[in-house]
């Protein structure tokens, strides 16, 4: 009896830390790490990206490659309020 008591408690934490694992990488992959033009950080919604960086709100955002500064590092170009990848930009006219 006290082995399979041992057992389910053990079988609930594993379950526990899935289901917490999962959690977090669904959480974050939806917000996006961000620096604000007055230096704080923050997170933000993945639709609010293209328009934090047209207003000018923020400085930097965290992509898989690393922090990308706005005004060094290439990022995507406007088209009438919409960003899209230069590669795009430059396969549309071929």
């Known amino acids: 009896m006290l082995i399979l008591m ?3 408690i053990a079988l609930f934490a594993l379950l526990v830390i899935t289901f917490l ?3 977090k990488s ?6 996006i790490r961000v620096i604000y033009e007055n230096n704080t950080s923050g997170m933000i919604k993945r639709k609010r990206l293209e328009e934090l960086i047209v207003s000018g ?3 930097k955002f965290f992509r898989s490659s690393g922090w990308v500064t ?3 590092d290439p990022i995507r170009q406007t088209n009438h309020g919409h ?3 230069r590669r795009e930009i430059a396969t549309c006219y071929y």
């Open 6 to 8: 041992i057992f389910l």
């Open 83 to 85: 960003l899209r990848e």
């Open 70 to 72: 706005i005004s060094v």
């Open 21 to 23: 694992i999962q959690y």
């Open 57 to 59: 709100s923020i400085t």
């Open 26 to 31: 669904y959480n974050h992959s939806r917000h």
